[in-house]
């Protein structure tokens, strides 16, 4: 019966078109292989992705020695595994990394590679100098298991068949490298720590409303930007904060096989681990620079401080429990609800005492998250900005409240949507895993009591509803869900096929193949969301020329190329509509469409030399107005009516000769590019 129910599953899987094309792909290995060199063998250059792999690597390795001595210290009377110690001393490192970043650009000393190579060196020589305390309480081979569970023998499945991991680590590190397409990384995960960088110090952004929430992830790159050298150092500095982004799914690899080896076996670890990294979700977020996958591994990282804690214990183990809490809580505004309120609720029930535990918990909260909200209620009155206005206020207007409300309102509520959400999450979503729920589901039903796996189930429930109740239902927002998911299909495919390890490597093999010719397959790129050409020269994604049919050989990133090789030293680009300036290496002014319109507000109700005077006095003397994105705005989450064709050409080119036309290799549908009169030396008038 439960192999007819698998071959079934199996059989909608494969209807939804984006699985059975890329199952195809199998028939095409030259497509494969044409599709990561850019159909040309010319054009392959790795030789700069090795200076962003050593600037990740020098990341997590201070975010290591950052962390070990903390973890040390906090894990006295706590039984842990060799790798499961240097997975909390990452994550703890990698949290307290973020918070300091972000401390020393509040100081207006994040830009120099000082405070930062200050810090590593303190850690270090302190953790050199306790060194003869490094292995104690440290078990060089096990870890405790919970009770309540039946476990296979470790000799059952071996730990060689972790290899399985490699092949889809290394293409989500390759793609992790690549330059940034996605709309949000280039609106502001990964434009507003340039932005901080170039400023040089962490400010209030009024024209970019996505730059006053939690970027605990995103700030990590600034380190990598202030020490990297030359004029474009932001842009390498970024690609490896992009990377060490890609980075957090693998971590929750490696914490689902220690965490699963303690819950189940060294089967469900290895089996939890390779099926997580086959969902095409993980690595569509982890490649493009998106933070969900930083937000689940946070989740996951203080779920298992949970389960390796041994309630009633007094120990100073709590404070870590909420570093991670705070740490998921600093990638975005859901990880309070997600991380530090379960972990919370867990500290209350299980704490002895009780008092203690709470304060140890909430102090290592503060410290993993605090500097973000009281960045906020310093900066703008609002710890929670731009949320719940109603509350604390805020310098934004009732309209510009009521715009941000209406384009992020939870969808109406009906049974049908429901089981359509369920639907998309048990696999019919075509960046869902293959093998995932089916597992999952025979892990639930296997469930025999432990307490900790009743913790993750409870959870996952709890992450569902309030996903449908509370957000506005996108599918990439259950992604920080699913290593939980994942350690619950462990479980489950390591309890039907104990004793058969050949069978369950086989089932981890195909796993791995689909989550791979998903992942990799032209397919799978939807407009601007995703890369392939995963050998081609950095250099040559970042400056073009864009080839046909390629994921740049789009309209805006022909302009940004354009403005890059147009503008000249001294000079400055207003943005009208387009708000992913990430790309541009010349100066630049722009805003979201939920901030002022900085177009709006220099020249409007203003004479012709008050104009002229406004835009000066700021520097700009080009402007770009990408007519497509303001339709798409208007249509959408709003936008000003005050720009219009009319205004543009009627009053500002015609009648009072302010701007002048520059000719572009786009139609005037998408957008037009304008000069001010009299401001470019050596331009016509």
Known sequence: MLCLALVVYLVAYLRVPLHLASLLRLLLPDDIVAEAVGADFSRVGLLGRIPILFGTGLLLAAAWVLGSLPVRWLSVGVKLGRLEKQLFSLACGLSLLSTLALIAGLLGIGSSPFPYLLLVAAASLALWRT????????????????????????????????????PLGLLILLGAMLPPLDFDVREYHMQVPKEWFQAGKVTFLEHNIYGNMPLGAEILGLPAMAAWPGKLGWWWGSLVGKTLVGCFSILTALMLIVLGHRLHSRAAGIAAAVLYLSIPWVGLVSMNGLI????????????????????????????????????AAACKYPGLLWGVLPAALAIFLYARPRVPGLLLFSLGALVGCGGWYLKNLALVGNPFYPLMDDWFGGSRTAQQVAQWAAAHQVPAFSLADLLNKLLDFAGRDQFQGMLLIPCAVIGISGFRGNRHVRWAIYFSAFFLVSWWLLTHHLPRFWVPLLPFIALLAGNGASTVLAGRPRLLASLLVVSMLMGLLVISSRVFIQSDLHDNRLLVSLAQLRDGPARDGEPDDNPLKLVHRHLNQLLEPGQKVLLVGDATPFDLQVPVLYNTCFDNCLFETMIKDLSLQERRQRLSDAGITHIFIQWSEIRRYLNSYGFTDFVTPELVHG???????LLKKVPLAVSDEFGELFIIRGQIVGSPD
């Open 292 to 327: 969900e996958g930083a937000l689940g591994f946070y989740l996951l990282a203080a779920f298992a401080a949970l389960v390796a804690w041994q309630p009633g214990e007094k120990n100073r183990w709590p404070l870590l429990v909420g570093l991670l809490a705070g740490a």
């Open 131 to 166: 060194r003869d305390q490094a292995h104690e309480h440290e078990d060089a081979g096990c870890v405790s298991r919970s009770p309540g569970l039946e476990t296979a023998r470790d000799d059952d499945f071996s730990a060689h068949w972790s290899w399985l991991l490699l």
């Open 651 to 657: 009053e500002l080119v015609a009648e009072q000769q």
